[in-house]
């Protein structure tokens, strides 16, 4: 059982918005860590989509983006492409655990 | 550009010790955090654990008992040892970097087989 939940699976139109969710507690997304979002695609190594919580790297399309809000937070994705078939990840440090924490993911599936 | 290429057996026998190496290339060693990742089949991703140059280590509870990352500045290498394998240890490892609490850059993964 992961310390930061999210979704199992999710799916979507082409074109349309997704958001998937990150619930943690107080000792990780709400005692204020930043929480960072992966995409893998299949076969491949994750790569970091958003850090810090909202921030983006060069190169990640501006239909990412990312909040956070008490002991959650959420990627969005507007604009959904076949291109965006992946598994998601979001990722924080828990203080109780002393451990940096992965969500269990999310597959996109895009219709 | 940061490279980063995991090495290793991709075979290990049950109760031995999977020993994995990452060379890193296009950035200090002694810049980041360095860690190890590991996604068992078809499942999640699973933080190892993370090693700074000055010492600083922090390792998953569940795995600390059997676990050490270790730095070599002058060969620009993270080694890890895992030490009494069984099945559950069948993953795909990935080395990777971490600042400011998040990966920068991951690399390509190596699968290793725990066999008995």
């Given at each position: 059982q992961?310390v930061l939940?999210q979704?199992?699976?999710?799916?979507?139109?082409?074109?349309?918005?997704?958001t998937i969710?990150?619930t943690?507690?107080t000792?990780?997304?709400?005692?204020g860590?930043s929480v960072?979002?992966y995409?893998q695609l299949?076969?491949?190594?994750?790569?970091v989509?958003i850090?810090?919580s909202?921030?983006?790297?060069s190169?990640?399309p501006?239909r990412?983006?990312g909040?956070k809000?008490?002991?959650?937070?959420?990627?969005?994705?507007?604009?959904?492409?076949?291109?965006?078939?992946?598994d998601y990840?979001?990722?924080?440090?828990?203080?109780?655990?002393g451990?940096v924490?992965f969500?269990?993911?999310?597959k996109?599936?895009?219709l | 550009q940061?490279?980063l290429?995991?090495?290793?057996p991709?075979r290990?026998k049950?109760?031995?010790?999977?020993?994995?190496?990452?060379?890193?290339?296009?950035?200090?060693?002694?810049r980041?955090?360095?860690?190890?990742i590991?996604?068992?089949?078809?499942k999640g991703?699973?933080?190892i654990?993370h090693?700074f140059?000055s010492?600083?280590?922090?390792?998953n509870t569940?795995?600390e008992?059997r676990?050490?990352?270790?730095l070599?500045?002058?060969?620009?290498q993270?080694?890890l040892d895992?030490?009494s394998v069984t099945a559950?240890?069948t993953?795909?490892y990935?080395?990777?970097?971490m600042?400011?609490?998040?990966?920068?850059?991951?690399g390509r993964?190596i699968?290793v087989?725990?066999s008995s």
């Amino acid at each position: 059982q992961s310390v930061l939940t999210q979704p199992p699976s999710l799916s979507g139109a082409p074109g349309q918005r997704v958001t998937i969710s990150c619930t943690g507690g107080t000792s990780n997304i709400g005692g204020g860590y930043s929480v960072h979002w992966y995409q893998q695609l299949p076969g491949s190594a994750p790569k970091v989509l958003i850090y810090e919580s909202t921030n983006r790297p060069s190169g990640v399309p501006d239909r990412f983006s990312g909040s956070k809000s008490d002991t959650s937070a959420s990627l969005a994705i507007t604009g959904l492409q076949a291109e965006d078939e992946a598994d998601y990840y979001c990722q924080s440090y828990d203080s109780s655990l002393g451990a940096v924490v992965f969500g269990g993911g999310t597959k996109l599936t895009v219709l | 550009q940061v490279l980063l290429q995991e090495s290793g057996p991709g075979r290990v026998k049950k109760s031995e010790t999977l020993s994995l190496t990452c060379s890193v290339s296009g950035v200090s060693i002694s810049r980041y955090y360095w860690s190890w990742i590991r996604q068992s089949p078809g499942k999640g991703l699973e933080w190892i654990g993370h090693r700074f140059n000055s010492g600083d280590t922090n390792y998953n509870t569940s795995l600390e008992s059997r676990v050490t990352i270790s730095l070599d500045t002058s060969r620009s290498q993270v080694y890890l040892d895992l030490r009494s394998v069984t099945a559950a240890d069948t993953a795909v490892y990935y080395c990777a970097s971490m600042n400011a609490g998040h990966v920068t850059h991951w690399g390509r993964g190596i699968l290793v087989t725990v066999s008995s």
